[in-house]
């Protein structure tokens, strides 16, 4: 069969991105395990048009939840043009019944079990209306399909060495979605960081593990930290701030080639990390727990989220300046956003405070889709873009990376000198994100 995987997408700025810098891993990774003897396209929407005039005999579609609305109408079109089209991914798994009113089938869940399934039933001209994928063991993955990636990309060695997280964020939906903490032999990564049929050498030396925690197992990340320093690669993660209270971990991520994490912080406020269900995060540690990242050269990415119940238009707007005041490298600024399948979701409809006229590209984390406690949806909408644009400044931003001359290793401070330089452009020519109000019913 001819297969088409298509990973859909939505700018979440006014006119996209100027460049791109990371493919997500969704799509060469659902390519190469598909099953041998089929011809298999992976389009990203990211960087390049669907072909809504595909022959291919099997079309799959992997969506977010801000992204269900293009999905649908892409199903739409492709089944109107006599197209099988199926659908997984967070928002299929969490809305199965929704998203069957428009595909052929939905796979809820993980695909390594399900996917082949699926592919063979397509052949044998027996799809099912819903697939179930198990949260299997993570033994055995095959190489993703690098090589069907378009060159678009900047850093395109994507990896994932291990799945889920043990802590339980009442936004977050990674508890449910990959249950348990999975992690894959240590082998199998190198063998990932070995690729190198890239064309450019920086992406031969840059691996983006688009892990969910990846360091939270001590034996784990020290043992593949310890096979990777051989392989002078520069990488970067997600993580939880509690690296930096382990020296002998910390050594080993400067030695394997660390230059940049990415830590939810969250918040500064005491009672929006109570309840964002984050005890682990202590603001008034942020600073020290930052400054042994930069003692070691690593570029400090951090998430700030805006919304919850102990925000105030005020103490969104302060977040500028305490950001810089801890010496984050890059932030990361989102609208707290109720996705299906989370607490903060239940919690939200308990509480009758879900805005039932948001559309769903509402829910790309840059867009109010609730009611706040302490302000209106406009007024918290108005301190995010106010947030946005001050931590965006050129002043601000010449300032993270003047700063990061001195703090960060070359490598991390490339990375975080181009990701300043990314936002604070976009800021500059007015490309600042999207909004997408109240939708008629
Ligand atoms: C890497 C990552 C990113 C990366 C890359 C994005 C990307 N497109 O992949 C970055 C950092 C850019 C990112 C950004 C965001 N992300 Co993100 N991200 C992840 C993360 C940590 C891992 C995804 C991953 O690569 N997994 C590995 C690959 C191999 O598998 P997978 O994509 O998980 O898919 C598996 C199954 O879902 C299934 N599957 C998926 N699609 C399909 C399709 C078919 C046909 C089949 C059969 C199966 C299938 O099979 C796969 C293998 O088992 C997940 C958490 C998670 N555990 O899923 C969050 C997650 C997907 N992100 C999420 C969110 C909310 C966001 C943001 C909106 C956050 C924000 N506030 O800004 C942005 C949106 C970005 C945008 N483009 O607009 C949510 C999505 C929730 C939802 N209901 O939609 C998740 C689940 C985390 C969470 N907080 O709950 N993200
Ligand atoms: S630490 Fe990160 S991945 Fe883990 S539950 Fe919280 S937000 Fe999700």
Known sequence: MRIDIVVVHVPRYRWGHEVDFVPPLTGIHLAALTPPGHQVR????????VDLETDADLVALSFFSGFAGEAFALARELRARGRRVVAGGPHATFCPEQAAGFFDSVVVGEAESAWPRLVEDAEAGRLQPFYQGEASPLEGLPLPRYDLLSGAFFVPRVVQATRGCPFACSFCSVPTLNPGYRTRPVAEVIRDLRFDGFRHWWQRKLVWFWDDNLTIRRPYILELLRAMVPERKWWLTQASLDVATDPELLD??????????????????????????????????????IAALHDRGICVMAGFVSGFDGDTPESIRRMARQLEEVGVDVPFL?????????????????????????????????????????????ELLAAHRALWREAFSLRNSLRRIWRGLFTLRPG??????????????????????????????
């Open 42 to 49: 992976v389009i990203h929407q990211q960087v390049q048009p």
């Open 252 to 289: 080993l991520m400067q030695r394997s080639g660390c230059i940049g994490i990415f830590f939810g912080l969250e918040s500064f406020g005491a009672e929006s990390l109570q309840d964002a269900h984050k005890p682990q995060n202590r603001a008034e540690q942020y600073r020290q727990r």
């Open 334 to 378: 989102s609208v707290l956003t109720p996705y299906p399948g989370t607490p903060i979701h239940r919690k939200m409809q308990e509480e009758g405070r879900l805005l039932r006229d948001r559309g769903p590209e509402s829910f790309n984390g840059y867009n109010v889709t609730f009611q706040p406690r302490q302000m209106s949806p406009e």
């Open 412 to 441: 991390a401070f490339l990375m975080s000198a181009c990701m300043n330089a990314f936002y604070c452009l976009k800021n500059l020519r007015g490309n600042h994100p999207r909004v997408f109000g109240p939708v008629q019913a």
